[in-house]
Every structure is written in C-alpha cells, then in structure tokens.
C-alpha cells in the first residue's frame, strides 16, 4: 500500500498476497490518515518556509534543513500516537521498529536543494509499505513472501527493448576514475534507469527490469541476489570481485540471462571481463 503525498495522493495495492487482505475500507482509512498526517507536517514545513530556516550538510554531502528534521519529527509524533505497531523509515532519523509488518516510509522535504535556495520545486513523500521478503537457497527456488517465484520471462529482443538500471555516475569515480564505462554503457540504446538499493533487485527477480549493472558495491549489498537469481533462471556476473572480504568494491551484472548476455556484447564485455 504506497501513498505519494505532493499534491496529490493515491493508495495502491502491491502485486503481494499479504496485501489483498487488506479490505477496501481499511485502505481508505489509511489514506484518510496518512493525508491527515501530511497536513500536520506540511503546516511545520511551511512555517520555516515563511520564517526562515538553517541550512546544514549531511556526511555525504547533501542538504539537509531544519524543517526537513521537524517536519519528520513531528510526523514520529504524530505516528506514535495514532500506529504506534507501525514502523518508520524516514530519510532523516532511519528506522524505528524495522520488524514490523507495516512501515510508514517518509521523505519530508524531496527536493531539499531546491528548498535551500527558495526553489518551490520540492514536495513531501509519504508512503506506507506492507512487508515483502524475498528467500532463496540453492536448489530450493526463490519465494516472494513464501509464493514460490517463476522463472524469469526470457527476453531475446534487441538492446533497445530491455529495461536496464546503472549506479549512478558518481559510484564508477569512488575507489578508481572508471568514468569511461559508465559513459559507455549510457551510449548503449538500453531503456536505462539509475536505481538503486533493494528496490532494483526486487525489480530485476520480479521482471520488472531485465537486467541490474551495480558498480563498486560491497559485498552485503550483493550477497542476496547473487542467491536468488540462478534460482529463477537468471544470470549473475562479477564484472569486479576483489577477495574475500578485503574491503575493495565489487561490481556486477544480473538478470534475465539473454538480456544479460545483450548488453554485454553490445558493451564489448562478452570478452575479458575479468579485464575490467
């Protein structure tokens, strides 16, 4: 159940079992509620909006303002009292109660640069999200909240019909000036999308991208869908594997294993990989 709160809102239902028990009236009341809760902390946006607020730096260098902290603070408030069995992802102070089956997650300023220079091109994002678990092992097959996954549709189009997330730019410059593949890749004709996070994996094993290229990554962030793809007919590649456990990033290819092997000719990669 996601509701995008800007100006507008919607509630959706997510393709997992678990939320078709949720009845149409219950959903109507969370998004009575998560509107409700908008209006409180578009009001505390606002107020340092007219009346002035101080401008900081995260540790990875992006803004960050007061009312952004407010605003999610006021929003905590606000859930604790009303959910407090729900869990909170929120951009500015991470994650409260993470095992819970409903989790509210919130962006209280999107846009945070813009806000900094008086730019009205930002909104609040607010979402709430029912569990989705992803479990494989080799040999066993992969399930989506204990359903059993199929294999992945086999794609043998040509580049330019295969949905293909990239790192972004930044990541093929953080341990060795590896711009030139970044660049390479973006001159390909694939229908590209710089995602990130479990958010693309889940795409990738649920078809609805055919292939994920991650560049200097650790380990833990590849360790699960290194997992789950073979168990779903897909292919994973290391373009960079360091040893184990040495600290140095790991980059890779997976997905749908025809679009894997598309975009890796038209790349120029279907040979000395390990060169890269």
Partial sequence: MGARI???AGVDKHCNKILET??????RELLKAALDACSQYRAVILKYWREGFKTTF???STYVTDADRAAEEQFREWAGKHYPEFGILGEEFGHANPEAEYQWV???IDGTAEFAHRSPLWGSLLGLYCREVYAAAYGLGLTKNGQVLPA???NDGKINT????VSASRNFRRWSDNLEIFLRIAKTDAN???YCSCFTQAQVVSAGLDVDIVWANNLWDLAGVHAMLPEIGGKFIFLQKPESFSGKPYSAIYGQSAAVDTVLAEIGWDDGINDI
């Avoid at 295969?162 to 997330?165: D, E, G, Q, S």
């Fill in 58 to 60: 995260k540790e990875d």
């Fill in 152 to 154: 992945l549709p086999r």
């Fill in 192 to 194: 590209l999308r710089i």
């Fill in 22 to 27: 949720v009845s149409e009236s219950s959903r």
């Fill in 6 to 8: 800007g100006y507008g």
């Fill in 162 to 165: 295969l949905r293909v997330a």
């Fill in 106 to 108: 919130i962006d209280p």
